[in-house]
């Protein structure tokens, strides 16, 4: 039994929401797909047609107050009907049997109540027609497609935009909603985990990520996430990622990074189709200093 839930924001879902419900079908257990817009102050075209898009076990809402990215997730979980539930980012497409790799995947594994299946992310292979989209895109396909170095500590770097967990794990384990930045709630969520008796397994299943954004968007949104990196870091001094592990091991680091102008470092990220991405890590090292408490 499976409950699919995706959060929305500002997305126009309906190409996902009639994949699923194709795979919906074939499947031989009960299954609900639950689709929460977390109150777009635009919400696309798809809103309007939703009829269309509903049938059996198929829920379409539209939240009156926007929750966040944690606490929408929560909620999702709560009005879950099913033992098994898998998140779903709105803008990842799934392969024409993602949802039967998932429930094999269950059946494999004995464990499944303290179970945490990834099914991880990929892009296109090719760069899309934009070019303002290339930045994010090459990202994208460099630094979080599967099949790139995991690390080695499987919790360090989770990512919550396609998993499948145990109802009963998400309700004992639920997001931190006092993380009410853009960014890095799911890495912190899954840092949490580390010392819980939860299987962490990673399983051929990604969707593919369409929400592109153009350069400006993304390096703002990169920019948001580093602020939050730096508040969520105060209040849990556990939390780690490469760049704050690059950050406690080499002092002299952000001092170098100041060498080189923000500026600079946007107008070269922004104005080429295949920028060298050090220079992004090098602009979130200067965020990260700078916004980092004295």
């Given at each position: ?154 919790f360090a770097g989770f990512q919550s935009n396609n998993?499948l967990a145990s109802r009963q794990l998400l309700l ?86 100041r060498l080189l102008p923000e500026r600079w470092l ?29």
């Open positions: 039994m499976l409950s699919i839930c995706v959060p929305s924001y500002e997305y126009d879902v309906a190409p996902l929401v009639l994949n699923l419900r194709t795979q919906m079908a074939r499947l031989d257990v009960p299954c609900e797909l639950l689709v929460y817009d977390d109150a777009s102050p635009r919400v696309p075209g798809w809103w309007e047609e939703r009829a269309k898009l509903t049938g059996p076990g198929i829920e379409l809402k539209r939240l009156p107050q926007n929750l966040g990215r944690a606490a929408i997730r929560n909620r999702l979980v709560r009005d879950a009907r099913y033992p098994n539930v898998l998140l779903l980012d709105a803008d990842g497409w799934p392969g024409d049997h993602f949802l039967q790799n998932y429930l094999r995947a269950v059946r494999d594994h004995r464990t499944a109540q303290n179970l945490l299946l990834i099914g991880g992310r990929t892009y296109a292979p090719s760069p899309p027609a934009d070019p303002d989209l290339h930045l994010h895109w090459w990202y994208g396909h460099r630094r979080e497609s599967t099949g790139h170095a995991h690390r080695r500590d499987p998993f004992d384990h639920s997001f931190p909603e006092t993380a009410v930045g853009y960014g890095h709630e799911d890495t912190l969520w899954g840092q949490q985990l580390r010392d819980q008796d939860i299987t962490l397994a990673r399983i051929d299943n990604p969707v593919i990520h369409l929400g592109l954004e153009p350069a400006n968007t993304f390096l703002s949104k990169q920019h948001q996430a580093i602020d939050n990196l730096v508040r969520l870091r105060v209040a849990h001094p556990f939390l780690t990622t490469s760049l704050t592990r690059l950050t406690d091991r080499a002092p002299f680091a952000p001092f170098l990074a946007v107008r070269y990220l922004t104005g080429r189709p295949r920028p060298n991405l050090r220079a992004l890590d090098i602009l979130k090292l200067s965020w990260y200093n700078s916004g980092r408490p004295a």
